[in-house]
């Protein structure tokens, strides 16, 4: 066994001191490219070339289908590795193993490893970003706990994301693409989609989503085609709802009965195209596994149902924003009342567009995050659509005044628009669910 590398003043990197080491990346930036990345993972020994993929990217679904995916093939018995991003509550959450976190000794190890070789590099002016050093990290635990695959979240993008340095998966997974990120995938939904389908690679198996635009559909289907992939769509005729209520659905696809624990319809096509993927990538997952995997996949801040009366949905894009209006339109009725915050570099208009004019009044709130817009300049904007706008810098104190404000005058609390906000409120609401 290696000799622990000793750092901090002569001790071993603890765990606060390993996440923080992945934060301080964030220094440098965000910085698409797959310069860093190889040379990071080649100063590791590549670990990823030792490890079995599903590969997943796209705008919107790809943790929820990246999870249930990860749980039908631990189902199945095989040894799953899920990375994933957000977090909403616990740094540790974007990397596990058949459903368990990270340990925080775990972390520690590998982040202490991680950052002799950032060291390194940095001495010759190759300096990866937080999301890179994540990344090398992730792959270098997989590898050392031996999964027997890894399914796989893209950050951003996906031609130069960093987890594109894998080799050929066993699927590409391509989910809902709608508009978000402009500044860096481009203007235009082709454009976008070009970067997600970056993640195709030569001779292998794409799944996409059911439900995309003529744009997204058409770069998708010429991608798969110039790398000889063979693509694969749910079949929505195969699909009958028995049952939907705010708390799930129960499905009947070909010969699977499902128990989707989300609700919505785009949760619907989500659940089948992760079962696609089981299907497609070429390990043995039989029915039974499938059903069983969806029914216990978990998905905190996804439209998740606090008690009965509250709502917490991370969602902070167009495409997240139509979804949590058809969920609220058709699963709630009478009052509904909003706790809001979205980050400044979001198209914030066209967020509260769709959704304000479901609430009778909005707190407006700020996540400790600098990229979060001003509460008194979100109220302003939500104001064009909702006549009750209140402005709140504290989000507990503002999730305070909402619960006090339904148990006065009946009604729904959805707390919305980022996964910050849902990571900083998601415990209160918890602890006063029973409102």
Request: charged share 25%; glycine share 8%.
């Amino acid at each position: 066994m290696s000799r622990p590398l000793m750092l901090y003043g002569g001790k071993r990197m603890t765990p606060t001191e390993a996440i923080e080491y992945i934060h301080s990346r964030l220094t440098f930036g965000i910085h698409p490219g797959m310069e860093r990345i190889r040379a990071l993972c080649s100063a590791l020994g590549n670990p990823q070339d030792e490890l079995r993929f599903i590969h997943v990217a796209g705008t919107n679904g790809k943790g929820s289908t990246s999870t249930m995916i990860s749980c039908m093939l631990s189902a199945a018995g095989y040894r799953t590795g899920l990375f994933t991003s957000p977090y909403v509550t616990d740094f540790r959450e974007r990397m596990q193993i058949d459903g368990e976190m990270i340990t925080p000794e775990e972390l520690a190890s590998v982040v202490e490893r991680v950052k002799s070789a950032c060291d390194e590099l940095d001495k010759r002016g190759i300096v990866a970003t937080e999301f890179e050093t994540l990344t090398a990290a992730a792959f270098l635990w997989y590898k050392e706990r031996e999964c027997d695959v890894v399914v796989l979240e893209v950050g951003l993008g996906g031609l130069l994301d960093s987890t594109n340095i894998i080799k050929t998966p066993l699927v590409s997974v391509i989910t809902s693409i709608s508009m978000d990120h402009t500044a860096i995938l481009g203007n235009t939904i082709a454009e976008i989609a070009a970067q997600k389908c970056g993640i195709i690679k030569p001779r292998g198996v794409t799944v996409m989503y059911p439900e995309q635009s003529a744009d997204a559909r058409r770069v998708i289907e010429e991608t798969a085609q110039r790398e000889k992939n063979r693509l694969a769509v749910p079949d929505m005729t195969a699909c009958r709802v028995v049952d939907e209520t705010i708390r799930g659905t129960d499905i009947v696809y070909g010969s699977l009965n499902l128990r989707i624990p989300f609700a919505g319809d785009h949760m619907i096509k989500n659940a089948l195209t992760a079962v696609t993927a089981v299907r497609e990538c070429g390990l043995d997952v039989r029915g039974e596994a499938i059903e069983q995997g969806i029914k216990n996949a978990v998905m905190p801040a996804r439209m998740e149902l606090i008690g009965d009366k509250i709502i917490l949905d991370g969602g902070h894009n167009e495409g997240c924003a139509s979804a949590l209006k058809a969920f609220l339109e058709r699963f709630t009725s009478g009052r509904r009342v909003a706790v809001c915050a979205l980050m400044g570099d979001k198209d914030c208009d066209k967020y509260l567009r769709l959704t304000a004019p479901l609430f009778e009044k909005m707190y407006l709130t700020a996540p400790d995050n600098p990229r979060s817009m001003n509460p008194e300049a979100l109220s302003e904007l939500a104001n064009k659509y909702c006549a009750d706008c209140t402005p709140v810098s504290d989000p507990t104190e503002a999730c305070r005044m909402a619960i006090n404000d339904i148990k006065q005058n009946g009604g729904t609390l959805v707390a919305c628009g980022s996964f910050y906000l849902a990571g900083e409120v998601r415990g209160y609401l918890s602890e006063n669910k029973n409102i």
